[in-house]
């Protein structure tokens, strides 16, 4: 097999000292990028490129790639110790992982995370080598009407965050939609709900909202409840136990699966994948009223499809040169300054660069692994820092996070406003996950059903020839049928439903 | 009052030195170029190489931010707003910047005047392409196509009034064929959507798919300009196959907020002028498709006015088609 040779001795290359330094920087820098909120992965690797300026190509793009997956997995750290998004995919980590580490289960939350995502991310790699060309081109067939069609479907996943209160999750998700409408208008570039204030053009800003909904809001009411600690359980454990473990399996194996698909569709960005898995993992569990409180498949299946999807993104990337979401365009433009262009004829011009780096994303993933594990019990120890210290700590943290955003206090003003919003929120028992799906996934719907029209020229009939796009549109057809009609006793027309 | 006239007869002679010495001063720390694109694009690529080759010459980081939006709306804005002090400068896109002011419905809070244009960096020409496999060999299968189904043949751009759908406009005037227009957001994503059969042809620029068209992936059908395109010399030009009228390119450019003073402009034009004819940038350039063409002072403000000017007949033409 062609491919395996070359994979062979891309790992030979891969492992020579030299690239094995640089994937550790690359993961260590990364790591550190997504423990910081605000500063994104996208963002914090634009700003490292200058430092691969003076490497070759391949050690170039290994540390680069070792940056971006090590910052999928930092966003984790705070989210569980702090409630804080350190970056937008970790915000579904936040909803039970911040709950593990109040039951002092902070450790298991941050094991499973890194053991998931070491997992996802390899196996994505694993799929990548074997199937990465074919896959990509039929990847490009998903047009902008199959995409909508996702988006769609996935909005109506919310049913599956809802919780108890299906009402309120419709409610926080309209307005989710309502506060993503804010900004310019994506196709004619007229400013929307801007009030004439010029800081709203780009849109509210998702970071300072999610970091003031989550974070902030934790804060407040941590505070209300004048605990001593951030945390008040003892932590019981460095790792997760073997039967956590054992309890994670599926959710692990379905996370690889939703991150791995997802990652191949180019512009879904990494938010998507993590939001699914965990729906998925709610709906499949025999015991979903865990969710969102402390159940480590919520963790577990999150982390690992955020991981599968990174590593799936460059699927795209290496395969076709299109890159799936602005953290990888970021990576795709380095690589262009340092003289390499992603694109099919990549892996015939230089396949020992290709498959090098290909093999470092094994090493990475690995290298991940090994430094983080050891981490977790460190990391877990700073919750034991009196909660007078933590919440100015944190308070500072991400006040600093959200102005250096774009050097404007706005952003801050708004997370401020959104956490006292959150706790309100929290105190009438209102999910807010909805909003922060809604909020992601309404523009895209938007952008993406308006391009479809172009498209079209006007028609709707678009829909009726794509037969992709149709399924995806059944779901939500399916969903809301079963809402309306959902019998109170739902026993006995469990089998034979229209499901 | 006596004391006081000979106060004021004392300070503005020494703010009458001061100038020079003001622009000798200059940079005393970082300047920052704000790129109104989001990272990795062509326009970023090109203001990243810019950028790390006048650090040199004009002795002071200069750190890029992309303050991307709106096609540009967020970053120019950005720029207009900012400080005249020479510490922030802006990476202008033409006609970006021209069919922003020209659009009454985004409500720019800048204008022609707002900025400096100092000197012009690239100048990439508009190219038209196909599938690698499409059916459409040359632009006149194209333009043939589409006159026997008017309003069917879908053309995507990079953003609306971008340069790509000016071009469009031309080319349906001088042409008289209508392609039904699809707006996207990068050159990515057009690859993405024509590569993937969901748009017939895109309207784009050299710099973006040049390595394509080479490899056979995409087919390259015309370059909208005068000349032909270095990299790509089999490319017929619009002018070769008859439709000369269809000229459009981004240009772009670092221009410094109204009110910068004259010297620092000048401080500015020298060092950027210098990396941009140093022949680093001319390698770095060449491998990423960018063709270089410098334009400083008054050259670079006549076609800052042309460009205005060519933008307003088309921007109003696709107004009125709204």
Redesign the interface.
């Known amino acids: 097999m062609d491919a395996l040779h070359h994979l062979l001795a891309g790992f030979a290359a891969a492992l020579s000292v030299k690239y094995l330094l640089f994937a550790l920087v690359g993961c260590v820098l990364g790591t550190l990028i997504g423990v910081l909120p605000g500063l994104g992965p996208a963002a914090g690797t634009a700003i490292l490129i200058p430092l691969t300026f003076s490497l070759d190509a391949t050690g170039a793009i290994i540390m680069l790639s070792a940056i971006y997956y090590g910052a999928m997995y930092g966003g984790t750290i705070t989210s569980v110790l702090i409630n804080v998004p350190g970056e937008a995919a970790s915000v579904v980590t936040c909803i039970d992982g911040h709950q593990m580490a109040r039951q002092g289960r902070a450790g298991s939350a941050l094991g499973i995370a890194a053991i998931g995502s070491f997992v996802g991310g390899t196996l994505a790699t694993v799929a990548l080598v074997v199937v990465a060309m074919p896959l990509a081109s039929l990847a490009l067939k998903f047009g902008p009407a199959e995409f909508f069609a996702l988006m769609v479907a996935g909005l109506c996943l919310v049913v599956g965050l809802a919780g108890n209160n299906m009402m309120a999750a419709l409610l926080m998700t309209v307005i989710g939609l309502l506060l993503a409408l804010v900004g310019v208008d994506p196709v004619r570039g007229a400013p929307r709900f801007t009030f004439g204030v010029e800081e709203l053009y780009d849109g509210i800003g998702f970071i300072p909202v999610v970091m003031g909904l989550f974070g902030v809001a934790e804060l407040l009411l941590a505070a209300e409840k004048r605990q001593t600690h951030m945390v008040e359980a003892e932590l019981k454990s460095w790792m997760p136990t073997a039967a956590e473990c054992k309890q994670s399996v599926g959710a692990i194996g379905r996370g690889t699966v939703v991150g791995f698909v997802l990652g191949l569709i180019p512009g879904v960005g990494a938010i998507v994948p993590t939001f699914m898995a965990y729906v998925l993992e709610k709906r499949v569990s025999k015991t979903p009223e865990r969710f969102g409180k402390g159940a480590i498949e919520g963790v577990a299946s999150a982390e690992t499809a955020n991981n599968a999807y990174a590593n799936a993104a460059m699927v795209p990337l290496l395969a076709l040169g299109i890159p799936s979401s602005p953290t990888i365009a970021v990576l795709m433009g380095a690589f262009i300054i340092n003289g390499i262009t992603p694109g099919p004829f990549l892996f015939q011009e230089q396949p020992a660069l290709v498959w090098t780096v290909i093999a470092s994303f094994f090493v990475g993933n690995v290298l991940l692994l090994i430094l983080n594990l050891p981490l977790v019990g460190l990391w877990a120890k700073l919750l034991k820092i009196p909660f007078s210290y933590m919440c100015a700590g944190v308070l500072i943290f991400c006040v600093i996070g959200a102005y250096g955003l774009k050097q404007s206090l706005f952003d801050v003003w708004v997370m401020l406003g959104f956490g006292i919003l959150g706790y309100l929120l929290r105190k009438l028992d209102f999910p807010i996950a909805p909003a922060i799906l809604a909020l992601i996934l309404g523009p895209m719907m938007e952008k993406s059903l308006r391009t479809t029209l172009e498209i079209s020229g006007g028609s709707f009939a678009i829909f009726l020839d794509r037969p992709v796009a149709l399924t995806l549109l059944a779901v939500p057809v399916i969903v809301v049928g079963f809402l309306l009609f959902k019998p109170r006793s739902l026993a006995p027309l469990r089998e034979g439903d229209s499901e | 009052m006596f004391i006081r006239r000979r106060t004021l007869l004392a300070a503005s002679a020494a703010i009458t030195v001061a100038s020079p010495a003001i622009a000798q001063n200059y940079p005393r720390r970082a300047v920052q170029l704000v790129v109104a694109f ?4 062509s326009t ?2 090109g203001a ?2 810019l950028a ?1 080759a006048a650090e040199k010459d004009l002795g002071q980081p200069i750190t890029v931010v ?2 991307a ?3 540009g ?2 970053g120019f ?1 950005e720029v207009a707003r900012a400080k005249p002090d020479g510490y922030t400068l802006g990476f202008l896109n033409l006609p970006a910047v021209n069919t ?1 002011i020209l ?1 009454p ?3 720019a ?1 800048f204008n022609v005047d707002s900025f400096i244009p100092i000197i012009n960096q690239v100048l990439d020409p508009g190219l038209i392409w196909v599938k690698g496999d499409s059916p459409y060999k040359t632009l006149a299968d194209l333009i043939d196509a589409a006159r026997k189904a008017p ?2 043949l ?1 053309a995507c751009t990079t953003g ?2 971008s340069d790509d759908h000016l071009a469009i406009l031309m080319v349906q005037e001088a042409a008289k064929v209508e392609f ?7 050159g ?2 057009q ?3 024509v ?5 017939d042809v895109a309207f784009d620029n050299v710099g973006s798919v040049f ?2 068209v080479q ?1 056979g ?1 995409v087919r390259g059908l015309a370059i909208t300009d005068s000349e032909r395109s270095k990299f790509l010399p089999d490319v017929p030009t619009t002018k070769d196959l008859g439709y000369g009228t269809v000229i459009s390119s981004s240009t772009r450019g670092v221009g410094a907020p109204k009110g910068t003073p004259a010297d620092i402009v000048k401080v500015i034009e020298t060092a950027f002028l210098k990396a941009i004819k140093s022949p680093e940038m001319l390698q770095k350039m060449d ?2 498709g960018l063709a270089l063409k410098p334009m400083v002072g008054a050259e670079y403000a006549r076609y800052y006015a042309d460009t205005q000017a060519q933008a307003k007949k088309y921007t109003e033409w696709a107004l009125k088609q ?1």
């Open positions: 989001a990272p990795g694009g970023d690529i990243r190489i790390a992309n303050k939006g709106a096609g709306q967020i804005t922003i659009d419905e985004r409500k809070m309003g069917t879908s609306i009034l039904r227009i699809v707006h996207f957001d990068s990515t994503q690859l993405a959507g590569l993937g059969g969901h748009v390595k394509r490899s992936e491998a990423v709204r």
